[in-house]
């Protein structure tokens, strides 16, 4: 079991910034495939950013240019900094890893390539 710890949702105004956060173990940290992903209820989980393995991002569209995905190695931590959130940027953040190793990380964009998942934190941006 790897456990995620994930912090930093809240309340904001429009154009405001958040800065979620990802505790993972060390082990992770270096070697897994990592991501944001979002779901607002009744709709389907979505990727918003991710790491690969060999530590290459990718965001999707409506956030590129807005969020950024990093990791902090000497902490064990996963960060997306959000800017300029927008109203239809609320939901559900949930951090995931997975590893590689055992047949995750082959489609990083889709939940299904992660095994690990954080509880979540939520996110709310009014107009």
């Known amino acids: 079991q790897v456990d995620l710890v994930e912090s930093g949702g809240g309340s904001v105004q429009a154009g405001e910034s958040l800065t979620l956060s990802c505790v993972v173990p060390?082990?992770?940290?270096?070697?897994?495939?990592m991501a944001w992903f979002r779901q607002d209820p009744g709709k389907e989980r979505e990727v918003v950013a991710t790491?690969?393995?060999?530590?290459?991002?990718t965001y999707a569209g409506p956030v590129e240019g807005r969020f950024n995905i990093a990791k902090d190695k000497a902490n064990n931590t996963l960060f997306l900094r959000m800017s300029s959130l927008k109203p239809e940027d609320t939901a559900m953040y949930y951090c995931?890893?997975?590893?590689?190793?055992?047949?995750?990380?082959?489609?990083?964009?889709?939940?299904?390539?992660?095994?690990?998942w954080g509880q979540g934190t939520q996110v709310t941006v009014s107009s």
């Open positions: 790491f690969d393995h060999y530590d290459k991002t």
């Open positions: 995931a890893a997975g590893d590689p190793r055992r047949g995750y990380c082959y489609n990083i964009a889709i939940p299904g390539a992660y095994r690990y």
């Open positions: 060390e082990y992770v940290v270096g070697r897994y495939c």
